[in-house]
């Protein structure tokens, strides 16, 4: 690989890590540290965890270089620290998790400047620069995650979007790179769109990065159905709450005879033009089954997801479980993907407005627990053509 583009991987990373301490930048350490939530790690674990993960496969694992406290790794793992238990461990905290952060980006990029990255590497993890693709896109990921705590802390305000810079900000900074949601009113056009049986492919491509649950690519066989075009408003949602007596989904509060979202400790009325965030798979299924409707599959929603509009606003709900393609092989470990599937987690499609563009493809499968709700999610349905 050119030095070119070694400077480009040292630059992606770097504004990767911008955008996660300008995430963070107005918080405290007492605010870093503080439990918010039992199923939201502390801030301070994420950013510890966002490190380490880095120097397990850019120091140790491509570098071969020991760790710089070898007790760290099992404080910061994932699967064996289920995150009500996160704020009690042992974890790195203010100025020395700030100097963790630092030290390990630097030796990242020692690394960085000796090995060899190409089309023909041995190594499947340097192969097109997979390893540092699969770390971007894993703090970029965490920073999403991160958001959703945010909108726990009265009086967080966002980083500012492009063309709202600080004074003596620089326009290549990357805090001009977070992009606020999305315009509030979807377009206007027919309801639904429909979709013809075939055959359709399904999945990631063997070329470029993509998790080892976007693989391999696959035909499926389906049947003809119909789609919404945008997805479900809240104006939408907020009848099914007054026919069904549904919950409200999560940050909504009713003010007089309307209703208020109250993230982050605010107190906006809801737009019931926007589309609606903050429900759960069983809000998402239920809304879906009083319409007369359903969820579609996962398969549907990619078969469709060039004619769909208003993706990006929130994560939408699929009836689908998380399960492996065929032909799945896990890579390069078990427990990004494998461990999770199952019927126990739920596929959500599309991405969000805190989701980076980076992240964004339109085979990527994210999951969560049908009960929760404190995702950036929402849903459009289907039904049988």
């Given at each position: ?44 674990w ?49 100025e ?68 709202h ?10 805090a ?61 949602y ?23 979202g ?39 929603w ?6 769909l509009d ?26 990004y ?13 599309g ?35």
């Amino acid at each position: 690989m050119s030095s070119e583009s070694k400077a480009a991987i040292a630059e992606a990373l770097e504004e990767a890590r911008e955008r996660t301490l300008a995430l963070v930048g107005p918080l405290d350490d007492e605010q870093l540290n503080r439990v918010w939530s039992p199923i939201l790690s502390p801030l301070a674990w994420d950013l510890g965890h966002i490190a380490n993960f880095e120097e397990l496969w850019l120091v140790q694992t491509v570098g071969g270089r020991e760790p710089l406290d070898g007790e760290l790794g099992r404080f910061y793992d994932a699967i064996e620290n289920p995150r009500k238990v996160r704020g009690e461990l042992p974890i790195l905290r203010d100025e020395e998790l700030r100097s963790y952060m630092t030290d390990v980006r630097a030796r990242t990029l020692e690394v960085l400047d000796g090995v060899e990255i190409g089309a023909d590497a041995e190594d499947p993890l340097l192969r097109d620069g997979f390893v540092y693709e699969m770390l971007l896109a894993h703090e970029l990921q965490h920073n999403e995650t991160m958001l959703q705590l945010l909108q726990l802390v009265d009086g967080y305000e966002l980083p500012r979007p492009a063309g709202h810079l600080s004074p003596g900000q620089a326009p290549g900074q990357l805090a001009r790179r977070f992009e606020y949601p999305p315009v509030r009113e979807m377009p206007r056009g027919p309801e639904t769109i429909v979709i013809e049986g075939g055959s359709y492919e399904i999945g990631a491509p063997a070329k470029g990065f993509a998790y080892d649950n976007e693989r391999p690519r696959h035909t499926v066989e389906l049947a003809a159905f119909e789609i919404d075009r945008t997805p479900v408003t809240n104006g939408a949602y907020i009848a099914y709450m007054d026919a069904t007596g549904a919950e409200p989904p999560t940050y909504w509060e009713r003010d007089g005879a309307g209703w208020v979202g109250t993230a982050r400790g605010r107190r906006d009325p809801i737009d019931p033009a926007a589309p609606v965030i903050h429900v759960s798979w069983h809000q998402a299924d239920g809304f879906a089954r009083w319409a007369g409707k359903r969820l579609p599959s996962e398969f549907e929603w990619e078969a469709a997801r060039e004619r769909l509009d208003g993706i990006g606003h929130g994560w939408e709900w699929t009836s689908s479980d998380f399960l492996a393609y065929p032909g799945f092989e896990a890579f390069p470990y078990r427990e990004y993907s494998e461990v999770f599937f199952g019927d126990t987690y739920k596929v959500l499609r599309g991405s969000s407005w805190a989701t980076h563009p980076r992240v964004a493809r339109p085979t990527f499968r994210n999951w969560d627990l049908p009960r929760r709700s404190q995702i950036f999610a929402g849903l459009r349905c289907a039904r049988d053509a």
